[in-house]
Nanobody, 127 residues
């Protein structure tokens, strides 16, 4: 099973930007759909963004659309989440996840569809 590691989290002010990275112990992003999720204190884990392994199609939660961008490196070794205009409501632990399964758009937002997870990186946004 692939091991995913997130990095790039930190503490920032509202309006700032951060770029999260996700690496894997093998080049699974060439063959796996990839998603970013987040979990705020006292809340359930929620979908943030996803990118497909084939055409690189992207999909976003409404709460981050227009502010966050998900991408993969050209050699498919890493995945990224560029987060701009951060808000206090974006404060959470961010996780990357991957699955080799083909996913419909509706399935991409489902936590249960992903079987490889990182341990998360903390993002804190203060006002």
């Amino acid at each position: 099973q692939a091991q995913l590691v997130e990095s790039g989290g930190g503490s920032v002010q509202a309006g700032d930007s951060l770029r999260l990275s996700c690496t894997a112990n093998d080049r699974i992003f060439r063959t796996h759909n990839m998603g970013w999720f987040r979990q705020a204190p006292g809340k359930e884990r929620e979908f943030v963004a996803a990118v497909s392994y084939g055409a690189g199609s992207t999909y976003y939660a409404n709460s981050v659309k227009g502010r966050f961008t998900v991408s993969r490196s050209s050699n498919k070794d890493m995945a990224y989440l560029q987060m701009n205009n951060l808000k206090p409501g974006d404060t959470a632990v961010y996780y990357c996840a991957a699955t080799p399964d083909a996913l419909t758009v509706d399935q991409r937002v489902s936590i249960g569809r992903y079987d490889n997870w990182g341990r998360g990186t903390q993002v804190t946004v203060s006002s």
